[in-house]
């Protein structure tokens, strides 16, 4: 298999892999509706129409990860669903380790730097757009 053959199969597999957990969390919420979200956010003073956007960046962006169409921008709502996440939910936990000594915020740290090196990198070939 050639260089450049690898580089797109191993984007492939960051896109699959960032996609699908982000939106599985995604659909998750989906499920249990927005108006939990929306509390979250107007306890900080922000306006409750803000949490569709939630759903955007954990519905909308993974799946242009998944199929890689506009994935770089994709990968970027992604990233700033995080950096929002991180902000609004998990300041606390930034000095926090988890039960297993891992850091508190591993997750998130871990999907958004893989949206950021999809948004960096390009989708690859083997995508919607192929580039």
């Known amino acids: ?5 690898m580089q797109d199969l191993g984007r492939l597999l960051l896109r699959l892999a960032v996609g699908v957990l982000v939106l599985l969390h995604g659909l998750a919420k989906l499920r249990t509706g927005v ?3 929306e509390r979250m956010v107007e306890a900080h003073g922000l306006p409750g129409e803000l949490a569709w956007l ?3 960046g954990e519905i909308v ?15 970027v709502l992604v990233a700033i669903n995080m950096l929002v996440a991180i902000f ?4 606390g936990d930034l000095g926090r380790v988890n039960s297993t000594g891992g850091w508190a915020i591993e ?11 999809v948004a960096l990198l390009g989708p690859g070939r ?3 757009n192929q580039r």
């Open 35 to 37: 108006r939990g979200i």
């Open 1 to 5: 298999m050639n260089q450049a053959t």
């Open 54 to 56: 939630v759903l955007v």
């Open 107 to 117: 997750l998130q740290l871990m999907f958004l730097a893989g949206a950021l090196a």
């Open 126 to 128: 083997f995508s919607a």
């Open 61 to 75: 962006a993974p799946l242009m990860l998944i199929i890689g169409l506009h994935a770089r921008i994709g990968g």
């Open 88 to 91: 609004l939910v998990h300041m």
